[in-house]
């Protein structure tokens, strides 16, 4: 087996405890497949329940490679759901982790732009349409969001969110 494919299977079992289609153009716009039950505990928390949703939060992405809040704070122990809405003319994505963590998938993303997987701390959003993310957050620490579509995360399209 070629490095490269032990290295995308590696990556695929550490991120992921089921792969779906998600990233490049497909016709859906949506959160994540998975239940609650489906998601181990991160750094960063775990997956929401839908039915414990503290509060909503709004979060716009644009063609600019901005998101608007940048800055979130979260009480721990908070069920938050985001919705995430696409105001641009292109596929964005809002991706939930420690700022490690982001950093290492850009750069897998750059190396392997097709790389296809759907988590719960992932909205894929086409252009014009809206996704959500229903997280809960354990731990405190500062953890980031961004769009790690090939190009957008190095434009600057990264958030913070601040667990207290």
């Not at 079992?13 to 990233?23: C, D, K, T, V």
């Not at 994505?93 to 190396?111: F, S």
């Not at 809960?136 to 090939?150: D, E, K, S």
Request: net charge positive.
């Amino acid at each position: 087996m070629n490095k490269a494919l032990i290295l995308l299977l590696a990556l695929s079992a550490a991120l992921s405890p089921g792969m779906a289609a998600a990233h490049g153009d497909t016709p859906e716009t949506r959160a994540s497949s998975h239940s609650p039950a489906d998601g181990a505990e991160t750094p960063f928390g775990r997956p929401g329940d839908a039915r414990r949703i503290s509060r909503v939060v709004r979060i716009q992405m644009s063609d600019s490679m901005r998101f608007t809040p940048r800055d979130i704070e979260i009480r721990r122990g908070e069920t938050v759901k985001f919705v995430v809405a696409n105001g641009g003319k292109v596929l964005h994505e809002m991706v939930i982790g420690t700022p490690e963590g982001i950093k290492e998938h850009a750069t897998l993303m750059k190396k392997y732009p097709n790389m296809e997987h759907d988590e719960p701390s992932m909205a894929h959003v086409q252009p014009g349409k809206s996704g959500a993310i229903v997280w809960r957050f354990t731990r405190t620490g500062t953890f980031q969001f961004a769009c790690l579509m090939p190009g957008h995360f190095e434009a600057g399209m990264v958030g913070n969110i601040v667990v207290r």
